[in-house]
T-cell receptor, first 113, second 114 residues
Framework: DVKVTQSSRYLVKRTGEKVFLECVQD?????MFWYRQDPGLGLRLIYF???????EKGDIPEGYSVSREKKERFSLILESASTNQTSMYLC????????????FGPGTRLTVL | GENVEQHPSTLSVQEGDSAVIKCTYS??????FPWYKQELGKGPQLIID?????GEKKDQRIAVTLNKTAKHFSLHITETQPEDSAVYFC?????????????FGSGTRLSIRP
């Protein structure tokens, strides 16, 4: 059974803190993605990675960075958290470049106070 | 870039009735259209998809239709059951493009009334 896990289900942080969201997949997938989910806006792509140490900006990368040092792990970093980054964050993985199904983790609900 | 619009944002149907969710896309190069279902407390999960060389696809109680000319596609759920209650997302992408980037619609919250 394929699995994508995220380090926390719920996080509460203060404005200005550095925040790390971790994602691990056991599917040996090349591609990994970070989305944020907000009511009425659907899923918006923040960053994605198609190989170790490779990263590409998505549609809303401002205020975020990512790290992919190992194939199975993809981290999302908020350098200085702000209240408008309060959201649900979803990590996903997918297989070869020609196979589009994405497997999602359960999400991390981040609240920035 | 691609833009996907989804309607309605909320939908309530009587158990046993049908539910229809509609989406439109803007990029005529898009050729792969998946639908994801997100249950409470879980991440989205692929339930069905359709490619642009096909007009309709069925899988038990769910079906998707695609009109390439009009750039719209729909999800149909027949004989709805309580476990169909969830948020549904349509999406569009260009299959075989680098990194399989997918653009999602805004989601439809489907509630099944007993």
């Amino acid at each position: 059974d394929v699995k994508v896990t995220q380090s926390s289900r719920y996080l509460v942080k203060r404005t200005g803190e550095k925040v790390f969201l971790e994602c691990v997949q056991d599917m040996d997938h090349e591609n990994m993605f970070w989305y944020r989910q907000d009511p009425g806006l659907g899923l918006r792509l923040i960053y994605f990675s198609y190989d170790v140490k490779m990263k590409e900006k998505g549609d809303i990368p401002e205020g975020y960075s990512v790290s992919r040092e190992k194939k199975e792990r993809f981290s999302l970093i908020l350098e200085s958290a702000s209240t408008n980054q309060t959201s649900m964050y979803l990590c996903a993985g997918s297989g070869s470049l020609t196979y589009n199904e994405q497997f999602f983790g359960p999400g991390t609900r981040l609240t920035v106070l | 870039g691609e833009n996907v619009e989804q309607h309605p944002s909320t939908l309530s149907v009587q158990e046993g009735d049908s539910a229809v969710i509609k989406c439109t896309y803007s990029d005529s190069a898009s050729n792969y259209f998946p639908w994801y279902k997100q249950e409470l407390g879980k991440g989205p999960q692929l339930i069905i998809d359709i490619r642009s060389n096909v007009g309709e696809k069925k899988d038990q109680r769910i079906a998707v239709t695609l009109n390439k000319t009009a750039k719209h596609f729909s999800l149909h759920i027949t004989e709805t059951q309580p476990e169909d209650s969830a948020v549904y997302f349509c999406a569009a992408s260009i299959e075989y493009s680098s990194a399989s980037k997918i653009i999602f619609g805004s989601g439809t919250r489907l509630s099944i009334r007993p």
